[in-house]
């Protein structure tokens, strides 16, 4: 059998361009195209099987060569011998990957940890976990955004990773930390101008940092886009930070 990544000692990387690394830290080259793809493919499935017939959809399209099988083995056989941890399972390959050694095995064990620590209502605890989670991109650029056959998956985890940096400042929020989430909402609240939770977390800060007029201006500019932009007033979530603030809750 195969070595898993943990006894080969590789590390991968997906949340931002794509790195293979050796224990050493030296990158380990993956010349051409197919053997990203192919790579990428199953790091996006680590530890489940991929059927064949997907991987031969990924390298190429409708259109495979007959030799397809041949060729699909060459090339799983080149990772192979880069270190990368591949088995041959019933009816296609798999990649075996710790959770360390694979950055979107981090973020999700990382997420998972900070759900769980904030329906234990640890909040501070799960502000750490949720940041570690964050922590692993790299680049808003995931690796997925190269390669046609991961379009969906890219914006699924995109989608994913917002939802996970409000649920970081929930628990920073929760954990009375106010004030040093203030300018990363500012941020986001600009970047994300019809995202009413990140209008109404900055809103909620503001007030618990003193500054309520500021926070009902906040109220003013998100109902002004949505209304501007969607042609929509603001939903239950932002009128009813904004009513709790008006009314000195």
């Not at 922590?135 to 998956?153: F, G, I, K, T, V």
């Not at 300018?183 to 600009?190: H, I, P, Q, T, Y």
């Not at 109220?219 to 603001?234: C, H, K, M, N, S």
């Amino acid at each position: 059998m195969t070595k898993t990544a943990e006894e080969t000692d590789i590390r991968f990387g997906v949340l931002g361009p794509l790195t293979v690394s050796a224990g050493d830290g030296s990158p380990v080259a993956l010349r051409g195209n197919r053997l990203p793809a192919l790579l990428t493919e199953l790091l996006f499935h680590a530890n489940r099987p991929v059927p064949v017939r997907r991987l031969v959809e990924v390298l190429w399209g409708d259109t495979p060569p007959k030799s397809y099988a041949s060729n699909l083995h060459t090339y799983v056989s080149r990772l192979r011998d880069r270190g990368i941890p591949i088995d041959l399972v019933t009816g296609g390959y798999r990649i075996t990957v710790d959770v360390a050694d694979l950055d979107l095995l981090t973020f999700h064990a990382e997420v998972d940890a900070g759900r769980r620590a904030a329906r234990d209502g640890d909040h501070a605890l799960a502000a750490r976990h949720f940041r570690q989670a964050l922590e692993q991109w790299r680049s808003p650029e995931l690796c997925a955004m190269d390669q046609p056959h991961l379009e969906l998956e890219a914006i699924r985890l995109e989608t994913e990773r917002i939802t996970v940096v409000e649920e970081w400042v929930d628990a920073e929020l929760a954990a009375g930390r106010a004030t040093e989430v203030l300018g990363r909402l500012d941020a986001l609240v600009r970047q994300y101008p019809l995202r009413e939770r990140f209008a109404a977390q900055f809103m909620r800060a503001l007030a618990d940092a003193g500054r309520r007029a500021e926070a009902l201006e906040v109220y003013q500019r998100a109902r002004a886009a949505l209304v501007d932009q969607l042609g929509i007033e603001p939903g239950a979530q932002l009128r009813r930070a904004h009513d709790e603030i008006l009314n000195g809750q």
